[in-house]
């Protein structure tokens, strides 16, 4: 914890479950619970759960100059998104490469906030506002507890009028036990689910009211690693894990393209200007690699940085694996040679514990149609 300069109000919480509080971007993060991390990735699909993830960095942007900042430094076009509304989008390098992804909020005519993770979104923001009129603020009394799941919905009708109304990327300004929060139709895990962003001094109340009342409805505490189980089964990368940052190209920077993350479809169309525009532009058709699924022949995950192989040659890197006890699959995220980035190429995972055959699969593995996260009523 050496590192840590950022602190959750819920660490005693955390430590409570059995925790070490591992530090990620600087807060210490519960990694891990002193329970079955399966049961967690099983309620979360099946009931829901609620995390802690006040670790993802938090920036206010306010004044006129505001919009220009943020249309500059993200991929996407922000006269599109009104308030109440928001935008997954990606920052890119002058070289236009991926430098970190973030969560655009509208919250006013010249209010907006910008919640990222663990890369240079903040500096890029602070850089690109100055000399302009626009303030910015970055904010860690704001707490982000994720309730995630089928019946996370169930749960908060009880006492948030209108969020069975609350679409997709929309979010609202309410009350919740009497504190002040927003709440975001958004979330790290393919479920419907919502993001509470509540004031420290207010986050402890609302976590031990969700863990107290929800048990009875199967919703439990889930620690942050569960995310890995859940986001391989939905194609969600995290910074910098998946990227060249871990596993870079000998005799290259660190940086990889959209087109290889697969990310390409966050550049809204027609949008120029922003940073990178034209170096993203330049890339497409040079990828060096291609983010994949693979499902492989085993009773239980890969690891972290198991080779893949075909036909006796390295062909990729597993950045990400998951197992999942409720459809008996083992899967991953990887980054795989352009031409074994196919559906049904056949492949083989050389690691520490686990050998065993695979075939290359489109991502995502667990509804892709994305019906779940969109779902209405």
């Not at 109440?84 to 390098?93: D, I, K, W």
Request: net charge neutral.
């Amino acid at each position: 914890m050496t590192l840590s300069w950022r602190f959750s109000a819920l660490a005693d919480r955390h430590r409570a479950l059995g925790s070490k509080l591992e530090d990620w971007s600087g807060m210490g993060t519960a990694w891990t619970y002193e329970k079955d991390i399966y049961e967690e990735h099983v309620a979360i699909r099946t009931k829901a759960g609620i995390m802690d993830v006040s670790g993802l960095k938090k920036v206010h942007l306010v004044g006129p100059h505001a919009i220009t900042v943020l249309d500059y430094i993200t991929t996407r076009d922000m006269t599109k998104i009104t308030p109440g509304r928001s935008v997954y989008a990606c920052m890119l390098s002058d070289r236009g490469h991926f430098t970190d992804d973030c969560i655009v909020y509208r919250t006013g005519p010249n209010s907006w906030m910008l919640v990222h993770g663990s890369g240079s979104g903040h500096e890029e923001i602070v850089k690109q506002a100055a000399g302009r009129n626009c303030a910015v603020l970055f904010d860690d009394d704001l707490h982000d507890l994720s309730l995630q799941g089928p019946l996370a919905v169930d749960y908060l009708a009880k006492y948030v009028p209108g969020i069975r109304d609350l679409k997709y990327f929309h979010h609202m300004q309410t009350t919740l036990f009497g504190a002040p929060v927003m709440i975001s139709r958004t979330g790290y895990t393919g479920e419907r689910g919502y993001e509470i962003f509540v004031r420290g001094q207010d986050a402890v109340m609302v976590w031990d009211r969700i863990v107290a009342e929800g048990k009875e409805m199967g919703i439990i505490p889930c620690c942050f690693s569960v995310l890995d189980l859940l986001r391989v089964e939905s194609y969600l990368l995290f910074y910098p894990y998946d990227n060249s940052q871990m596993y870079p190209f000998a005799d290259q920077p660190p940086g990889d393209s959209l087109w290889e993350l697969g990310l390409d479809f966050t550049v809204s169309p027609g949008k120029t200007g922003f940073r990178g525009a034209e170096e993203h532009a330049r890339l497409k058709g040079k990828e060096r690699f291609k983010i994949f699924g693979m499902l492989i022949d085993a009773d239980g995950p890969a690891d972290l940085g198991d080779e893949v192989y075909a036909e006796g040659k390295k062909v990729g890197v597993i950045t990400c694996p998951s197992y999942s006890t409720l459809t008996k699959r083992s899967m991953a995220i990887a980054r795989l040679d352009v031409d074994k980035a196919v559906q049904g190429t056949k492949l083989e995972v050389h690691g520490k514990n686990v050998k065993a055959r695979a075939i290359a699969h489109t991502l995502t593995f667990d509804d892709p149609e994305k019906k779940k996260r969109t779902a209405v009523g």
